[in-house]
């Protein structure tokens, strides 16, 4: 196994040719909202955004607190994705891209309406609340023609960008065994009964769709395992449980999946595993090796060449390659963790913005974004994975 050290990685540069930052609004995530701060962050990391249009919450009331909480303009603090969708265009300096954070019951429509009044789109995952409304989705940007980015975040952690290179370039050699575990403990009790608002549209179906906890997290565990090893898993064996009384959607979810080529892939996703925060793990094993991340120590690679002495990259130190090294922002021993791997995703994506808007060609690393065809596959893998539970946990085709 062949692993480029560098001793003194790159820090990460982007080009910024634009002469301004971009125009960015906000669908969602106003007083209350978590997601929302997290997403405001991320576009401010690399000074490549500016927030400056808001349709913060469906509650006239707080969408316009809100908006003056974060400096937006009366006029341009809106009471509905319909009211921006239908003004902005008319500005001589419109928004060039819309932040969409609500629940998830409220991507579809939202996208689908900034996409048609010509807007490009940022949205949370999962991209939409049924396969048929994400078909949709895809035809309407394909049909538009803009950009789509899916904030699966943790694609954008260095040593994760570090692991699918390593996989791609052949060093574990041919895939054989995918693990993937995603652990939390917040909703071990009923917390969507006291009015917890995170808790609440999470455990409704009407609100969050077919899946709880695969939805929420699971499709991250998904999207990962797919992103690092480059494989798609063909079939899907599921066991989802409510395991608190009375929760109508699953907090736990259990399962088998079947690769196209033939590898194995175990994953396991829990929001009622005491002990767990954010317990995000990938293993993954080929013929030649195996390697091992963990979310809540990001910063680190471990490496097992099969029959040598194991190692562990440090991001941004020595056996860090350009894949990773490339967007890392500070030396390594200094931590980069959540906050920085979604400002990743932001500040590629401006890449790709700026790129369109100067009729540029379209950055190298685009590809390496999560997109709407990504959106469609995470709800496809919920779907499919609620119908193998629902039908006693058998093998279902994805």
Not at 305 to 322: H, V
């Amino acid at each position: 196994m062949t692993i480029e050290a560098t001793q003194t990685a790159p820090v990460m540069e982007r080009p910024k040719v634009l002469g301004r930052r971009l125009r960015l609004g906000m669908i969602g995530g106003g007083q209350g909202a978590f997601i929302g701060a997290v997403h405001r962050i991320a576009s401010r990391l690399d000074d490549r955004y500016e927030l400056v249009a808001g349709a913060l919450s469906s509650d006239p009331d707080r969408a316009k607190a809100s908006a003056e909480e974060l400096h937006i303009a009366p006029d341009r603090a809106y009471t509905s994705f319909e009211e921006m969708a239908a003004k902005e265009p008319l500005r001589d300096d419109p928004i060039d891209v819309v932040a969409i954070v609500t629940p998830n019951h409220m991507h579809y429509p939202a996208a689908r309406a900034m996409l048609e009044a010509g807007f490009h789109v940022i949205c949370d995952k999962p991209m939409t609340t049924t396969v048929e409304e994400s078909a949709k989705l895809v035809q309407v940007q394909q049909d538009t023609g803009k950009l789509f980015l899916l904030t699966h975040n943790y694609t954008g952690y260095p040593m994760v960008r570090q692991a699918r290179a390593m996989v791609e370039a052949g060093e574990l050699g041919k895939i054989r065994l995918v693990q993937v575990e995603y652990a939390q403990d917040w909703l071990t009790e009923p917390l969507e009964r006291t009015g917890q608002k995170q808790a609440s549209w999470r455990t409704d179906p009407k609100r969050s769709g077919a899946g709880g906890c695969i939805g929420d997290i699971g499709t991250h565990a998904y999207n990962l395992a797919t992103f690092v090893s480059g494989m798609k898993a063909t079939e899907v064996l599921a066991e989802l449980t409510s395991f608190v009384e009375g929760r109508t959607l699953d907090d736990d979810a259990q399962m088998l999946l079947r690769y196209e080529n033939g590898a194995k892939g175990m994953l396991w996703a829990s929001q009622v595993a005491p002990g767990n925060e954010n317990g995000l793990r990938l293993r993954v094993y080929g013929e030649k090796g195996g390697l091992e991340w963990s979310q809540e120590d990001p910063n680190y690679l471990d490496v097992s060449p099969y029959g040598k002495t194991s190692l562990r990259i440090t991001r941004n130190g020595n056996g860090a390659i350009d894949a990773s090294a490339s967007i890392s922002r500070i030396p390594g021993g200094h931590p980069e963790g959540y906050l920085e791997a979604f400002a990743t995703l932001y500040n590629e994506f401006a890449d790709m913005l700026t790129a369109r808007i100067l009729d540029m060609p379209q950055p190298q690393n685009s590809s390496l974004l999560p997109s709407v065809s990504d959106g469609l596959d995470g709800l496809r893998f919920i779907e499919t994975a609620v119908s193998s539970s629902q039908s006693g946990g058998v093998w279902r085709k994805l």
